[in-house]
């Protein structure tokens, strides 16, 4: 039996000390410019979103984690391999 699969996004996860000071991370791992930064003060939170050539960045900071996401840009069909504008992830 043949299994397809199909990528719609990677994740990263660091686990951190607690005592992490939050800082602006989204340049240092991919030399692009936040298109959206924002810090979220009641879960001590701290989120940037980037767009690479063809996909999204997403850096979410929280007490003791840093969680790195991937995944296709909204102009591009990663999910639907039936429709003609599919285009893999990988």
């Known amino acids: 039996m043949l299994v397809d699969w199909y ?3 990677l994740r990263l996860t660091f686990f951190v000390d607690s005592k992490w000071n ?6 240092e791992i991919s030399d ?11 879960i001590q939170a701290m989120q940037e979103i980037g767009a690479l050539p063809s996909s999204k960045l997403n850096v979410m900071q929280r007490p003791g984690r840093i969680d790195i996401l991937l995944g296709g840009s909204k102009s591009n ?4 391999p039936a429709e003609p504008n599919y285009k893999p992830f990988f």
Not at 32 to 42: F, G, M
Request: net charge negative; aromatic share 0%.
């Open 7 to 9: 990528t719609e996004s």
């Open 77 to 80: 069909n990663i999910v639907d």
């Open 22 to 27: 939050q800082r602006a991370l989204l340049s």
């Open 32 to 42: 692009a410019t936040p298109q959206e930064s924002r810090v979220l003060p009641p």
